[in-house]
């Protein structure tokens, strides 16, 4: 039976240990906002002074009312810094206002994470360590490590004031043994990391945008993604993303639009030079992500979204989709009862 052979490959990427790539569709379950809705926050919250930056807003506008997604109105554009700076506080304050109402939530045990669900059935093996590599700005995948009482990491040392942890990643030991932890490479940056006036770094748990001298490290979509990642902390994001990518036996893609040039090129020569197992699943694969799986990923990759009744999977021998009768199999839920 075909749903066999998708559970026969879902358990190959899930028994290889795979390195864990969350898009944006990971955190949305959890309230928080994908592209469309940041475009909608951007459009409301920034507003631009002076014909520079109104002319070169209006060309973002544009862009959008045609049709482009934020990043395709966003990238080439030479953008005046102060709008600039603008669009990367709205996007900081939009995203953070979600993310701040899912701590609280969290706190209080009223939401469940998926997540959770997956690293903790992931270390049900003799894996030490999960990488987790993300996209995503929020802290959703922290706050999932929490609720499993899982320790993680994610480039800077523990505290509330914290430092980078610099060349050297730090490790947790209990009774002198080393604990599990799940290393997360917030390759876009994160909520809590900011830049000093004098360029060094400092993360905190801020919930609201801190004094106008720190400034949110995030590389919002578009017009600085590639520039700013040379700066520290991305280039560390990044360049321990890219050894767990390029390492890995296994990828497990959980809302992963396949739109970002930091990971998607490792992933490919991963999959070209050793076919190990790929599965990547969302609530709908976008069409970079049904490229990848048909033309890029080997013969070992499935592929899972939702329809109106029920899944929708691509396997090497289906690369153009074979409909289920069986809800949610594109799910975090729906995948850990294939696999385990």
């Known amino acids: 039976m075909e749903i066999d052979a998708i559970a026969r490959l879902a358990q190959a990427c899930f028994t290889s240990g795979?390195?864990?790539?969350?898009?944006?569709?990971?955190?949305?379950?959890?309230?928080?906002?994908?592209?469309?809705?940041?475009k909608d926050c951007l459009l409301e919250e920034v507003v631009p002074a002076g014909p520079e930056e109104e002319a070169a807003w209006l060309l973002v506008r544009t862009a959008l009312a045609n049709g482009d997604h934020l990043e395709q109105a966003l990238v080439g554009k030479v953008l005046p810094?102060?709008?600039?700076?603008?669009?990367?506080?709205?996007?900081?304050a939009c995203i953070n206002s979600k993310d701040r109402t899912l701590f609280f939530r969290a706190v209080q045990l009223q939401e469940r994470f998926p997540v959770g669900d997956l690293m903790k059935a992931l270390f049900q093996s003799n894996q030490k360590t999960?990488?987790?590599?993300?996209?995503?700005?929020?802290?959703a995948a922290e706050y999932a490590c929490n609720s499993m009482?899982?320790?993680?990491s994610v480039g800077f040392l523990p505290g509330y004031i914290q430092s980078r942890e610099g060349t050297a990643p730090i490790s947790f030991h209990r009774s002198g043994?080393?604990?599990r932890t799940v290393r997360i490479w917030k390759v876009h940056g994160s909520l809590d990391w900011f830049e000093r006036p004098d360029g060094t770094t400092v993360s905190g748990p801020f919930f609201e945008l801190p004094a106008s001298t720190l400034a949110p490290l995030i590389v919002t979509p578009g017009f600085n993604k590639y520039e700013r990642t040379h700066d520290e902390p991305f280039r560390s994001a990044i360049q321990g993303a890219d050894r767990a990518l390029e390492?890995?036996?296994?990828?497990?893609?959980?809302?992963?639009?396949?739109?970002d040039f930091h990971i998607e090129p490792k992933m490919l020569e991963r999959c070209r030079r050793k076919n190990i197992p790929i599965a990547v699943i969302a609530r709908t694969l976008t069409d970079e992500a049904k490229a990848f799986l048909k033309g890029k990923a080997g013969s070992k990759y499935v592929g899972l979204e939702?329809?109106?009744a029920g899944s929708?999977?691509?396997?090497?021998?289906?690369?153009?989709?074979i409909d289920l009768p069986v809800r949610n199999l594109w799910s975090l839920d729906g995948f850990l009862k294939l696999v385990t």
């Open 18 to 38: 795979p390195v864990v790539v969350l898009g944006s569709g990971a955190s949305a379950p959890h309230g928080l906002p994908g592209m469309d809705a940041l």
């Open 81 to 92: 810094h102060s709008l600039i700076k603008k669009i990367v506080a709205s996007t900081w």
């Open 130 to 139: 999960v990488d987790v590599v993300t996209t995503n700005y929020d802290r």
């Open 149 to 152: 009482e899982i320790v993680h």
């Open 177 to 179: 043994k080393p604990l």
């Open 247 to 259: 390492g890995a036996e296994g990828y497990l893609c959980v809302g992963f639009g396949f739109r």
């Open 306 to 308: 939702a329809t109106s």
């Open 312 to 321: 929708r999977a691509y396997i090497a021998e289906r690369p153009d989709g």
